[in-house]
């Protein structure tokens, strides 16, 4: 800085110097005047002579360019570093989001697969070849005006997505659940009751199997905590009331049953056929009747079905109005869907009924629900 010009005289003067030097003429600037400077022949800058003003504007021209074309480098290859660091945190962005979608997909459950490409959505299976039909999150109306007092009064309910089993649990898996984990006694009572007649699994040569003929049909002869056991030991758990009442119907709000307003029929290839008192006295193969609109299964009638929540009749004027549990203590369990013993009516949607959850009887059976 302080080899600069400090105003435009100084700089005149030192270039009338300059122009003797060299033997040129300058005339004043500011008085109509052309500065004229002849650009001599470059002369060698030897050691111990002056650098004339001329060369030394010219170097300081090409320091200036010099540098400001490294500035514009430095400030090019910035960018593209930039560039490249907003590439690579973008592609660790993308890879943490898939990371996370696959760990979000595994706490499903470890063994869980898809059925195929167009189903994974809607179907999943376990490990033990169980197959689930998604049930998506949303709103549906839980109870009934026109139905028992314990079903008012009737009220919307928010449920986060969740998986049901398509089928009601049969004996036969059962029976492979019962040689993993042993008939063990829970509340006062063994998981099966093998030794009630009804019941359709035994034991046989130390193993549990269910009898010939009855693999297929719903196991019988649970407890409520047998249900749940089986459930855990699958990675599930059983449904709560709402969430079965919702699966039940189907996605039909309103509607008196799974398939709609129709009374059941003992037809199995009737959109309203179901397993009930009007029919053989007997549980039938589970799927042998038409699927409701969520894909399931027996949603009415074949057998009762044990859910998570403790019964209380006056429990839909308190109920939690998202995602509700139940109260929180009780002395029964809920049962819902009715059975093969049932009257038609005790079929609908939303009737409830309960039972002791130590006891067990050859109509009462469940199914297993799971959270994603």
């Not at 709402?242 to 199995?268: F, H, I, M, N, Q």
């Not at 009007?278 to 079905?305: P, Y």
Request: charged share 20%; glycine share 12%.
């Amino acid at each position: 800085p302080q080899d600069r010009f400090q105003s435009a005289a100084e700089f005149e003067q030192a270039l009338r110097e300059a122009s003797a030097v060299e033997g040129n003429s300058v005339q004043p600037l500011g008085q109509g005047g052309t500065v004229v400077i002849p650009s001599p022949p470059p002369k060698p800058n030897l050691p111990g002579t002056r650098m004339g003003i001329g060369q030394m504007a010219r170097r300081k021209g090409w320091f200036l360019s010099a540098i400001v074309a490294g500035l514009f480098i430095l400030l090019y290859v910035a960018a593209i570093g930039v560039e490249l660091l907003v590439e690579e945190l973008q592609h660790q962005r993308a890879q943490r989001t898939q990371e996370a979608e696959q760990t979000a997909q595994a706490a499903i459950s470890p063994t869980i697969t898809p059925l195929d490409t167009l189903e994974s959505l809607r179907y999943i299976t376990d490990e033990h070849g169980v197959r689930m039909a998604l049930i998506p999150a949303g709103d549906f109306q839980m109870g009934s005006e026109n139905g028992d007092s314990d079903e008012r009064p009737e009220h919307t309910v928010y449920l986060d997505a969740f998986y049901m089993d398509v089928y009601e649990v049969t004996n036969a898996l059962f029976a492979k659940f019962l040689n993993a984990r042993g008939n063990q006694e829970e509340g006062g009572a063994t998981w099966l009751d093998a030794s009630d007649g009804d019941a359709r699994i035994h034991q046989a040569g130390g193993r549990w199997q269910a009898d010939a003929g009855y693999e297929d049909h719903p196991a019988v002869e649970i407890t409520w905590y047998g249900a749940r056991a089986f459930c855990e030991w699958r990675g599930a758990r059983l449904p709560t009331e709402a969430e079965w009442e919702k699966a039940a119907r189907g996605g039909l709000t309103g509607a008196s049953y799974p398939w709609g307003d129709e009374a059941p029929v003992c037809e199995k290839g009737a959109q309203n056929g179901a397993q009930f008192g009007a029919c053989d006295g007997e549980t039938v193969a589970v799927g042998s009747f038409a699927a409701n609109g969520c894909g399931l299964f027996d949603m009415a009638g074949n057998v009762w079905e044990w859910v998570w929540d403790w019964y209380a009749a006056d429990y839909y004027g308190r109920s939690l109005l998202q995602n509700p549990l139940g109260p929180d203590s009780g002395e029964t369990r809920v049962v819902r869907g009715g059975s093969w013993v049932s009257s038609g009516d005790l079929l609908r949607s939303a009737y409830r009924h309960w039972y002791d959850p130590s006891n067990s009887n050859s109509n009462y059976g469940f199914r297993c629900a799971l959270s994603p």
